[in-house]
């Protein structure tokens, strides 16, 4: 008789720590997606003084990157 109160008591903690586990999973949130670090603007560089900026502030001809208009101007 004893035995069986000491599985019903083991028992009724396995039942207790998967309940646990089970609140513990409804809790947790789904593991969100990370962003991919957004990418570091793509740098050029000016073919008359060398200067890297970003492409998107880089002046251009088309295949030549510079970093201001005078320098465009010097190229040409
Ligand atoms: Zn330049």
Same mark, same amino acid.
């Given at each position: 008789?004893?035995?069986l109160v000491v599985f ?19 809790? *947790? ?12 603007? =793509?740098?050029? @560089?000016? !073919? ?7 492409? *998107? ?12 208009? =005078?320098?465009? @101007?010097? !190229?040409?």
């Amino acid at each position: 008789m004893k035995l069986l109160v000491v599985f019903l008591v083991v028992l009724f903690g396995v039942w207790l720590w998967r309940q646990g586990r089970l609140a513990d999973r409804a809790d *947790t949130k789904p593991p969100t997606p990370r962003k991919p670090p957004a990418l570091p603007n =793509e740098m050029v @560089r000016c !073919a008359v003084c060398g200067l890297h900026l970003p492409a *998107t502030e880089a002046v251009s001809n088309g295949r030549v990157s510079f970093c201001s208009v =005078e320098h465009q @101007r010097q !190229a040409e």
